[in-house]
């Protein structure tokens, strides 16, 4: 029986974490991919016992189309580029680096705002579990993957609650596992698949790791 759509990105977490039991009381480590994965995040982390923090991933969209991604950065100094659009689109050099730059103060500005102080987490040889509200094209948690790798963790499992098939498929070999709740053929955008899908605030970010820093449960500098 199909889950979607999901009510919110509460239920769509718990739903998730249900497909990820098997991985319950295992010392992982949940990142959420802000804003709208960390609610999805903080359902996961709960019901798996698990530590809970952010990777932060910025689209690096098209110029004049931004809601169209030509590639990704994200924390760790990964970039992920789609080269061939980028060439059949013209978009040059110069103006390729004005976003690219553009995007990473904007990083640097939500790392400052969600962790503040706080220290990293320890990733290495750690499972980690990468979560967001779902995907579409997949530029964002391709990064989120690549950075992880670099910090040397021992596994990686990407956890959404839905993603179009082909795009599962494509993530599927950077990966060690892929969990999904739903993978409808006919996908078109991640927010028609919740009834709620209203954007998830800085301030909601920060408060669904507050809980987790300021409780016996979060992670601190373990």
Not at 22 to 45: I, K
Not at 61 to 73: L, S
Not at 138 to 152: C, D, E, H, K, P
Request: hydrophobic share 40%.
């Amino acid at each position: 029986m199909s889950e979607l759509p999901f009510s919110d990105r509460r239920e769509a977490g718990q739903a998730l974490a249900k497909r990820l039991k098997d991985h319950a009381n295992r010392d992982s480590l949940v990142l959420g991919l802000p804003r709208g994965g960390v609610p999805v995040a903080a359902e996961v982390a709960r019901a798996l016992n698990a530590s809970l923090d952010v990777m932060v991933v910025r689209k690096l969209g098209v110029p004049g189309h931004e809601e169209f991604a030509m590639g990704a950065i994200a924390s760790g100094d990964v970039t992920v580029l789609d080269e061939p659009l980028i060439r059949r689109l013209g978009i040059t050099e110069k103006r390729l680096q004005e976003v690219i730059d553009k995007e990473r103060r904007e990083l640097a500005r939500r790392e400052r705002s969600y962790r503040g102080e706080r220290p990293y987490p320890q990733f290495q040889g750690r499972q980690v579990i990468l979560v967001d509200d779902g995907i579409a094209t997949g530029s964002t948690m391709r990064a989120a993957i690549q950075a992880v790798r670099r910090l040397g963790v021992e596994s990686c499992i990407l956890a959404v609650p839905v993603a179009p098939p082909d795009t599962l498929n494509a993530l599927a070999a950077d990966v060690d596992e892929v969990i999904c709740v739903e993978a409808p053929e006919d996908f078109r955008a991640v927010g028609r698949w919740y009834l709620d899908f209203g954007q998830t605030s800085d301030e909601e970010v920060r408060q669904c790791l507050a809980e987790w820093f300021e409780s016996d449960d979060g992670l601190g500098a373990s």
